[in-house]
């Protein structure tokens, strides 16, 4: 049996050129997760990777299967996830090329699946219970420690903590919309990084990110507001780095037998009806 004890969800940019990577294929009850499961090892460790757009970046934001993600995930055997990701940033300070380890985040997605467990019957026919987790830090304090560790052992002072707003997307903010944000002191905006986060929690997992600011969202500056192309610029500028440091992070996440924080403990005393991979 293949398996990983860590998840990285990013583009194919970050794990392309590991050798002895397995393409693994996992079937889940909520569907297909946005592709295989690339397995290979970083330092010592047994690392998945998921391509969150799948392989080409066919898949939008709003339309990726992030339970089928996290579910494969979890049943290949990770158990701490990592979810880098591209955002905008909503301060002047906070320009491109800068690293920033939210600490909170706001949801303003509008047609995404949220939860594992809505009492709604499965293709398998398993029924799940309603359940009301806590999700006041959605983010695993010992993956944040351990991104802006790595994040300085790189020489790339990190942004620690913040509030990343999730948008549906796929368009990106008005002028209006990111002005409202910043007023609102919320650090970056992003696209992706929800329900990823609360769906990991719903399975036990520990999550955590590190977000890239590949532009100044649309309120933050005078200019002609974000494109995508400027966007993947900034991205492909910064992937070297942005690798180096995900597998730092990776070599100095705590052993499976350490994990003592709160995201490990999440489902105790809740009965979900549903057994987990
Ligand atoms: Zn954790």
Redesign the pocket.
């Known amino acids: 049996m293949v398996n990983a004890e860590i998840g990285v969800i990013g583009g194919s940019g970050l794990y392309s050129f590991l050798e002895d990577v397995t393409e693994v294929r996992v079937e889940t009850p909520y569907g297909e997760p946005s592709d295989s499961v690339f397995m290979g090892e970083i330092g010592g460790r047994r690392v998945a990777f998921l391509p969150r757009h799948g392989r080409g970046h066919h898949v939008p934001p709003h339309r990726i299967n992030y339970r089928a993600n996290l579910w494969a995930l979890r049943s290949v055997g990770v158990r701490q996830v990592l979810g880098p990701c591209a955002v905008g940033g909503l301060r002047p300070e906070y320009g491109p090329g800068t690293l920033l380890v939210p600490d909170q985040l706001v949801d303003r997605t509008k047609a995404r699946t949220q939860t594992f467990y809505d009492g709604e019957t499965r293709a398998d026919g398993v029924v799940p219970n309603v359940a009301h987790l806590s999700f006041a830090d959605p983010y ?1 304090p ?2 944040r420690k351990a991104a802006l560790a790595a994040a300085r052992g790189r020489d790339w002072e990190p942004v620690d903590g913040g509030t990343l707003v999730v948008i549906e997307g796929p368009r990106f903010s008005t002028r209006a919309e990111s002005r409202w944000h910043a007023a609102m002191g919320w650090s970056v905006v992003g696209m992706t990084g929800h329900p990823e986060a609360v769906l990991a929690r719903e399975l036990g997992l ?1 999550y955590s990110t590190m977000t890239l600011v590949t532009d100044l969202d649309a309120g933050a500056e005078t200019g002609q507001g974000v494109s995508h192309g400027e966007v993947l610029e900034v991205f492909a500028a910064n992937v070297d780095r942005l690798r180096s440091v995900l597998f730092d992070v990776v070599a100095a996440l705590p052993a499976e037998a350490d ?1 003592d ?1 709160p ?2 403990h999440a489902l105790d005393g809740i009965d979900t009806g549903i057994e987990l991979p």
């Open positions: 695993c010992k993956g520990c994990r924080c995201c490990a």
